[in-house]
Every structure is written in structure tokens, then in C-alpha cells.
């Protein structure tokens, strides 16, 4: 891939609490990377995804031809809506194009070897969208592909979504530093990139899970770890309880997902007479703040982890998160790729300069040898 770079930032949503991290310390490009985990990222590149995707909202007509001729390919081994929904339309309406390769037959890396798949895409191939078992399937390829790597969800994390929840949240409150989340139900691979998320932005998050199912300690480590060694912004709180009430206590926003994620469909009887005290109901959501909102990555499996009266609610965000899934991604694959030669200029169509827009950046890069788990 070229090692050219530009980026695409707005102001912050809310311009009353302006973000903490000074300018001088803003990256202007996330071209060349992978996007594998959440740990990927610093608190400062988490802030220019949102400000990216708050601007690529706004003004989708700026960025119609960003990515034109740019190509991605999706190689799922689960089945997807939103994921594989928000990416084609995304980078369609980006001037790109998507190949979908549906993979359920036979995992990646079971016919050739990953590395042989890996160097015959980075000769087609802009940027490669992975949705898989294994995650390490998702590292090995950003380790041998020389363009960019993109995790579409895994066993042990799903960034793209945490993102476009954090993003929900931004939309609605504004600054998210000091905002208590509370997720209640099954610590899986949302609750992991959740909980690096919320702390990255200022956030305070709580999560409830039976004994036995709650995420993995060396997310919830991590996460401390982000915490205690934040310099830009205040980072968030993370707190791990079993009591589902006490999370959701005066909670600004409730979430939760399905008890039995693909692939652990063995389980499903036991799990819902575990998690059946985590329901999300309306008895749940009456302990929270009285403006709090609902939250759900989807699929729901209503009348389990959700009743119907809260997921058809007013106070119901779900499928603004499914919507915002296309404008973070849309953010993610401009940072990655390269495209400023060929972005729209920051113009209205009378030729006057957009107000409130940060003109394109370009410099050099070098790509990031930075891995995940």
C-alpha cells in the first residue's frame, strides 16, 4: 500500500465540553494500520474516528468519491446483517466497491495457509474485513497482509461496534466523561471492546455478569490498565459486579446483548436459566437515570435478554447503533486507506470554506507494527 496519508476531522459534537486532548496531540491519520482490537488504538485515535464519523454523518455528499476504485473484501465465517450491510453500503457510498466471500463452509486457513491467502489479496485487495471464530485468524492475517486488516468481530472482541456505541452515546449526551454504562448479561466479545471503549473516552462502565461468566480478566486488566494510565483525558472507571441491579442503579445507559453468542448454541438451555435474572425489562430500566437509554448490538432474542416493551421503547437507541455502524465504519476505512487526493474539497457548493471542518492533512507514514492479543 502507499504510505500517503490524510485525515478528516470535525469539531467535537458537543461544543459546550470540548475534548481534552490538545490539538498538537491529535494523530491526523490512521493509514497503514490494522484495525484488530480496541488496544489498537490510543484514546487519541478512538477521538478521531468519532470526530471522523460525526463529519462523514453530517456531510455524507463531501466523501462520495473518497474511495473511489478502492476495493475491500469480507471473509465471514459467521452470519452477519448489520456487519456485512454496513460495510458494502459504507464503502459503496465512499465511491468503493466490496467483495463478499461467504466462508461458512470451511474456516480461513483450513484450504491454504493464511500467509498464502494474505499475499495473494494485498495484490487485488485495498483493505481486507475479517468476521471470524478464531481471533487469532484476524491477527495472523494483518501480520502477513501488507494493507489493512479490519476485525468484523471475533471470539473475544468486536471493535467496530463498540465504536458505533460510543458513538450512540456521544450523539445523545454529548462528552461522555463522568457517563455511567452499565452492560448486564454475558462478558463476551462486545462487553470486551465495551469496557476498553467507554474507559478511552471518559466513560465509567459497569458490568454485571453471573459468576463464571464474567469477561475475560485480561480485558477487564487492560482496561485498568488504560485507567490508571491515561494522560489526555480522564479515562473511565470499569467495575465488574454479579448483581444486575447494582450496575444498573442510576445507570445513564443500560446494554446487553444475546446469553449465547453463535457457536456456543450447546449451551443455550443452561444460559437461559442462568442469565434469566438479567433480563432487561421494564422493572431493570425503572433503576436507572429517568433519561437513561436502552442499548443492544443485535440480533435480539426478545423475551430473553430484553422484553418487548423496552426494545420497542422511546428510550430504545438500538438501531441508531445499527445505523451508526455505517458512518464509524465509513470513518474507519478513510483513516486506514488513502484517499485525499481524490476526497471532495471542504466546500460548499457555493465555494465558501465549511465551517466548524478541519482542512485535510497529509505526511508520511510508516505502518504500525503494534499487535493485539
Do not use: W
Given at each position: 500500500m502507499t504510505t500517503k496519508s490524510y485525515a478528516m476531522k470535525s469539531t467535537a459534537i458537543a461544543q459546550d465540553t470540548p475534548?481534552?486532548?490538545?490539538?498538537?496531540?491529535?494523530?491526523?491519520?490512521?493509514?497503514?494500520?490494522?484495525l484488530c482490537s480496541i488496544r489498537d488504538l490510543s484514546a487519541a485515535d478512538v477521538r478521531l474516528i468519532l470526530d471522523t464519523a460525526h463529519a462523514v454523518k453530517a456531510r455524507p455528499e463531501l466523501y462520495r468519491q473518497a474511495l473511489a476504485a478502492k476495493q475491500l473484501v469480507m471473509?465471514?465465517?459467521?452470519?452477519?446483517l448489520r456487519t456485512r450491510m454496513t460495510f458494502e453500503a459504507g464503502i459503496n457510498t465512499l465511491g468503493g466497491s466490496a467483495i463478499f466471500i461467504d466462508q461458512k463452509g470451511s474456516r480461513l486457513g483450513e484450504r491454504e495457509t493464511l500467509a498464502d491467502v494474505a499475499h495473494n489479496l494485498e495484490r487485488w485487495i485495498d483493505v481486507i474485513v475479517l468476521r471470524t471464530y478464531s481471533h487469532e485468524t484476524i491477527t495472523e492475517m494483518a501480520r502477513?497482509?501488507?494493507?489493512?486488516v479490519v476485525n468484523a468481530?471475533?471470539?473475544?472482541?468486536?471493535?467496530?461496534?463498540?465504536?458505533?456505541?460510543?458513538?450512540?452515546?456521544?450523539?445523545?449526551?454529548?462528552?461522555?466523561?463522568?457517563?455511567?454504562?452499565?452492560?448486564?448479561?454475558?462478558?463476551?466479545?462486545?462487553?470486551?471492546?465495551?469496557?476498553?471503549?467507554?474507559?478511552?473516552t471518559g466513560a465509567n462502565i459497569t458490568l454485571a455478569s453471573p459468576k463464571g461468566y464474567e469477561p475475560k480478566a485480561e480485558f477487564l486488566a487492560a482496561a485498568r490498565?488504560?485507567?490508571?494510565?491515561?494522560?489526555?483525558?480522564?479515562?473511565?472507571?470499569?467495575?465488574?459486579v454479579n448483581d444486575a441491579s447494582e450496575a444498573v442503579s442510576g445507570a445513564d445507559a443500560i446494554y446487553t446483548d444475546q446469553w449465547t453468542s453463535m457457536g456456543q448454541e450447546n449451551e443455550a438451555d443452561l444460559r437461559q436459566q442462568i442469565f434469566a435474572s438479567y433480563q432487561v425489562n421494564n422493572k431493570m430500566m425503572s433503576l436507572a437515570a429517568q433519561h437513561a437509554v436502552f442499548m443492544h448490538c443485535l440480533p435480539a432474542r426478545r423475551g430473553n435478554e430484553v422484553?418487548?416493551?423496552?426494545?420497542?421503547?422511546?428510550?430504545?437507541?438500538?438501531?441508531?447503533?445499527?445505523?451508526n455502524r455505517m458512518h464509524v465504519q465509513k470513518a474507519i476505512l478513510l483513516l486506514l486507506l488513502d484517499a485525499a487526493d481524490d476526497a471532495t474539497p471542504l466546500t460548499d457548493l457555493a465555494g465558501s470554506r465549511l465551517e466548524g471542518v478541519r482542512p485535510f492533512t497529509r505526511k508520511t507514514h510508516k505502518r504500525s507494527t503494534q499487535s493485539s492479543f
Open positions: 475534548i481534552s486532548i490538545p490539538a498538537s496531540k491529535l494523530p491526523n491519520t490512521l493509514a497503514g494500520r490494522d471473509f465471514f465465517e459467521k452470519d452477519s502477513y497482509a501488507r494493507v489493512p468481530l471475533s471470539d473475544i472482541e468486536h471493535p467496530c461496534q463498540a465504536l458505533a456505541d460510543i458513538f450512540t452515546l456521544e450523539e445523545r449526551f454529548g462528552n461522555l466523561r463522568g457517563l455511567r454504562l452499565a452492560y448486564v448479561g454475558d462478558g463476551n466479545n462486545v462487553a470486551h471492546s465495551l469496557l476498553l471503549t467507554a474507559v478511552l490498565v488504560l485507567a490508571a494510565s491515561a494522560e489526555n483525558i480522564p479515562a473511565g472507571t470499569v467495575a465488574c422484553t418487548d416493551e423496552v426494545m420497542d421503547s422511546t428510550q430504545s437507541v438500538v438501531f441508531d447503533q445499527a445505523e
